[in-house]
């Protein structure tokens, strides 16, 4: 009990710390460039002591660092896109009452953090000449797997998400959204669903899965990316898609390999994701199914 009590002050002390850093301008800050205690405390109008103990709190949960030469920056790129994630504690008791999504929720930042930057899960993925990669949140596997393969041509999903992001020419963009885009039978050495099936409920991730089957070529990969139930960070991941959508949910391995088979996909296969840092994210599986 000790240790869930200290556990649970060390949650609250650290999210204190980043909003206060937020709404400082700290967060920015360091975000665009490193800078001292003192910088910061001058540029954002805070006393020095209130500017160290917040980002000294923030070191000691993993989310900033500091430098050698004493400043302070980010430990993973982009602290300053999960400001969204700020008004949960607004929202959580209304969608948590209703069964309902916050209107606020709009993205799902912890998606896009995940998928956006482990370029360890592209290593999981086969090698592919043309791939269709199926995500609707801005955060595809597209742009790693075309630095990948420079032969490697890349379809995305036409969503404004995909748009805002300034692709390479090995990428198209495949008209429709995510039910009703219609991919060539046959067309696709690799279709990949980063972080989508989780939005949907089993019946909707399962028949998304069956409409995409026919797109690959014999000998074809379909992987699912995502967490899986029971995973390291599911419960806080599965939060999230509280807050945002209707009907999403953590689903369990056990589902994912029913859908893959259920698809006419064969050899379904699991590999597990990991990195130096894993502890401090959601676990990721690579689930395959096969064309035959």
Not at 82 to 98: A, G, I
Not at 135 to 162: E, Q, T, Y
Not at 199 to 227: K, M, S, Y
């Amino acid at each position: 009990m000790t240790a869930a009590l200290l556990g649970l002050h060390r949650a609250a002390a650290t999210l204190s710390a980043y909003s206060a850093a937020v709404q400082l301008g700290l967060i920015d800050q360091i975000d665009r460039t490193p800078a001292s205690v003192e910088d910061l405390a001058m540029t954002c109008g805070a006393s020095v002591r209130g500017v160290r103990v917040v980002l000294a709190t923030l070191a000691d949960s993993g989310l900033v660092q500091r430098r050698a030469d004493g400043r302070y920056e980010p430990a993973t790129p982009g602290l300053a896109g999960v400001h969204p994630l700020l008004p949960w504690r607004d929202q959580v008791t209304d969608s948590v009452r209703t069964g309902l999504p916050a209107r606020e929720a709009e993205r799902d930042v912890i998606t896009a953090l995940l998928h956006g930057m482990r370029s360890d899960v592209v290593t999981k993925l086969p090698a592919a000449r043309r791939v269709l990669d199926v995500s609707v949140d801005g955060a595809p596997c597209g742009a790693a797997l075309a630095a990948r393969d420079p032969k490697c041509r890349i379809s995305l999903l036409d969503v404004p998400a995909n748009r805002r992001i300034d692709w390479s020419p090995q990428v198209d963009f495949l008209p429709g959204g995510l039910f009703d885009a219609r991919p060539t039978a046959g067309e696709y050495d690799l279709v990949v669903l980063p972080g989508v099936c989780h939005l949907l409920d089993g019946d909707a991730a399962a028949e998304l899965i069956r409409r995409l089957a026919p797109a690959l070529r014999p000998g074809g990969t379909l992987a699912v990316i995502d967490t899986l139930a029971g995973s390291h960070g599911a419960a806080t991941h599965e939060l999230s898609l509280l807050l945002r959508t209707r009907g999403g949910t953590i689903h369990d391995p056990a589902d994912y390999r029913r859908w893959l088979v259920g698809a006419g996909l064969v050899s379904p296969a699991r590999a597990d994701v990991g990195r130096a840092d894993a502890g401090r994210l959601p676990a990721l599986t690579v689930l395959t199914g096969l064309k035959p």
